[in-house]
């Protein structure tokens, strides 16, 4: 069984037509095209490949390269550069392309409903983040001076209203310097060589705990259900998994579930073992092993894991605009507070 030791090219050359390229490409196959004719047709069609890539990557197909080579090339990510590797052994070449296709769009679409979730909210922070600073250093300090000359005091109310305007700014500094500072830390722990420290890590972490247990139950179930169902038997898969240099985490649950089969544990039992896989999965694998169809009952599984996902970042995408819009909408009154109150007193000071 050779290894499989890919490394991962730069950036997407497709852009958004990535998916496209995908789905274009399993319908040609579909048709009766080879891979090569498939390829060299779909390299010369899309314009968006500036014509050096163009040649380096025709002269690629042309020599014969893999399909994954080619796809690296292009700057594929690398989960579908491994889903691809792994199709190539398993088989399922058309299907893989189309699932994987279908997963780019649907990945696509969702950070497009992040992003237009989040944008208008946070323009309007940025914008209000502007005011504040704009009054804090033009109109709240001529209303000081202005009560200085009355020799007026200020409400109790209006004199806490100035000081959380003037904390405001720096607070949102600290908010953002916070949530800047918190995916750095995520990336250098999924940097870190040690997986198995890394995975430690991730799974303490409150959010992306959930996120990541089933982003790598999806993939655990998926390939090694698509292995089953070729006909792999178990060990030659976990072979596979454990010598690709794609996915550690995928290298990692491999090695742990060879140990313990070793040691006589059932399949299920020794996935319900490992904490950075959803234990869920376990039932599902148990149920199969009873109707002699784990294979199926992974990859059902690798579904509902990527339903959940999405379904966790919509729900998020959900709840965190009507908060955003009611402490804007608190702000923006406290901010009028600010401004009219003292007109009002002064005047009652005046009368």
Same mark, same amino acid.
């Given at each position: 069984?050779?290894?499989?030791?890919?490394?991962?090219?730069?950036?997407?050359?497709?852009?958004?037509?990535?998916?496209?390229?995908?789905?274009?490409?399993?319908?040609?196959?579909?048709?009766?095209?080879?891979?090569?004719?498939?390829?060299?047709?779909?390299?010369?069609?899309?314009?968006?490949?500036?014509?050096?890539?163009?040649?380096?990557?025709?002269?690629?197909?042309?020599?014969?390269?893999?399909?994954?080579?080619?796809?690296?090339?292009?700057?594929?990510?690398?989960?579908?550069?491994?889903?691809?590797?792994?199709?190539?052994?398993?088989?399922?070449?058309?299907?893989?392309?189309?699932?994987?296709?279908?997963?780019?769009?649907?990945?696509?679409?969702?950070?497009?409903?992040?992003?237009?979730?989040?944008?208008?909210?946070?323009?309007?922070?940025?914008?209000?983040?502007?005011?504040?600073?704009?009054?804090?250093?033009?109109?709240?300090?001529?209303?000081?001076?202005?009560?200085?000359?009355?020799?007026?005091?200020?409400?109790? !109310?209006?004199?806490?209203?100035?000081? &959380?305007?003037? @904390? $405001?700014?720096? =607070? +949102?500094?600290?908010?953002? %310097?916070?949530?800047?500072?918190?995916?750095?830390?995520?990336?250098?722990?999924?940097?870190?060589?040690?997986?198995?420290?890394?995975?430690?890590?991730?799974?303490?972490?409150?959010?992306?705990?959930?996120?990541?247990?089933?982003?790598?139950?999806?993939?655990?179930?998926?390939?090694?259900?698509?292995?089953?169902?070729?006909?792999?038997?178990?060990?030659?898969?976990? !072979?596979?998994?454990?010598?690709?240099? &794609?996915?550690? @985490? $995928?290298?990692? =649950? +491999?090695?742990?579930?060879? %140990?313990?089969?070793?040691?006589?544990?059932?399949?299920?039992?020794?996935?319900?073992?490992?904490?950075?896989?959803?234990?869920?999965?376990?039932?599902?694998?148990?149920?199969?092993?009873?109707?002699?169809?784990?294979?199926?009952?992974?990859?059902?599984?690798?579904?509902?894991?990527?339903?959940?996902?999405?379904?966790?970042?919509?729900?998020?995408?959900?709840?965190?605009?009507?908060?955003?819009?009611?402490?804007?909408?608190?702000?923006?009154?406290?901010?009028?507070?600010?401004?009219?109150?003292?007109?009002?007193?002064?005047?009652?000071?005046?009368?």
């Amino acid at each position: 069984m050779k290894n499989l030791n890919i490394t991962i090219g730069p950036s997407n050359k497709l852009g958004k037509y990535d998916a496209h390229f995908l789905l274009k490409l399993a319908g040609l196959l579909r048709n009766g095209f080879t891979m090569q004719q498939a390829l060299i047709f779909l390299t010369e069609q899309y314009e968006v490949i500036k014509q050096a890539d163009r040649n380096a990557l025709l002269g690629l197909i042309n020599s014969g390269a893999s399909l994954s080579a080619v796809l690296k090339h292009l700057g594929f990510s690398k989960s579908i550069i491994m889903q691809v590797s792994f199709a190539e052994i398993h088989g399922e070449i058309i299907s893989n392309l189309e699932q994987s296709g279908e997963y780019l769009t649907t990945r696509r679409q969702t950070i497009q409903k992040l992003v237009k979730t989040l944008q208008y909210p946070l323009v309007l922070v940025t914008i209000f983040i502007i005011m504040l600073v704009l009054l804090n250093y033009t109109v709240i300090p001529q209303f000081n001076e202005l009560y200085s000359a009355m020799q007026a005091d200020k409400t109790m !109310l209006v004199h806490m209203l100035t000081l &959380i305007l003037n @904390y $405001l700014p720096y =607070a +949102a500094l600290a908010l953002m %310097t916070a949530v800047f500072l918190s995916g750095f830390t995520i990336l250098i722990i999924l940097n870190i060589k040690n997986t198995a420290l890394a995975a430690k890590l991730l799974l303490k972490i409150p959010v992306v705990k959930t996120y990541f247990k089933y982003y790598v139950t999806y993939r655990f179930s998926r390939e090694f259900g698509y292995f089953l169902n070729n006909g792999l038997e178990v060990k030659e898969i976990i !072979l596979l998994f454990k010598t690709q240099t &794609i996915n550690h @985490y $995928l290298s990692l =649950a +491999a090695q742990t579930i060879e %140990t313990e089969l070793l040691y006589g544990t059932s399949l299920g039992d020794a996935i319900e073992q490992l904490d950075m896989l959803d234990r869920r999965l376990a039932v599902f694998v148990n149920h199969g092993e009873y109707n002699s169809n784990v294979g199926r009952e992974l990859i059902i599984y690798s579904e509902y894991s990527l339903e959940n996902i999405i379904i966790k970042i919509e729900s998020f995408t959900k709840k965190i605009q009507p908060v955003i819009f009611l402490i804007l909408g608190l702000l923006i009154v406290c901010l009028y507070l600010v401004i009219v109150l003292p007109i009002f007193n002064m005047m009652s000071n005046i009368q």
